[in-house]
Nanobody, 121 residues
């Protein structure tokens, strides 16, 4: 099994910054895509940023120029640097990863438990 653990959420004023971290652990052979999504109660989960093991990042239009996704393959970690935060960025942020594990025929998607980000004055 694979576990993803997020950290770094919290309360921040508009215009402020936060850095989210997510670390994978478990029976990992290889991590393919890693991504951050967010969800507001009553709304669909929104994909915020993605990064592949060998390619460049992609961002939702709503966060381009403000958020930066990065990963550390050696640490099995993905990060989301969030700058110029706005109240509409308030949500629960989830990381997910597509992971190949020892003994499994195909990679599977795994999700973290989520971390709350609140942008408010």
């Amino acid at each position: 099994q694979v576990q993803l653990v997020e950290s770094g959420g919290g309360l921040v004023q508009p215009g402020g910054s936060l850095r989210l971290s997510c670390t994978a652990s478990g029976n990992i052979l290889h991590i393919y895509n890693m991504a951050w999504s967010r969800q507001v109660p009553g709304m669909q989960r929104e994909l915020v940023a993605t990064t592949t093991s060998g390619g460049g990042p992609n961002y939702a239009d709503s966060v381009k120029g403000r958020f930066t996704i990065s990963r550390d393959n050696a640490k099995k970690a993905v990060y989301l640097q969030m700058n110029s935060l706005k109240p509409e960025d308030t949500a629960v942020y989830y990381c997910n990863a597509t992971v190949a594990t020892f003994g499994a025929p195909y990679p599977n998607a795994y999700w973290g438990q989520g971390t709350q980000v609140t942008v408010s004055s």
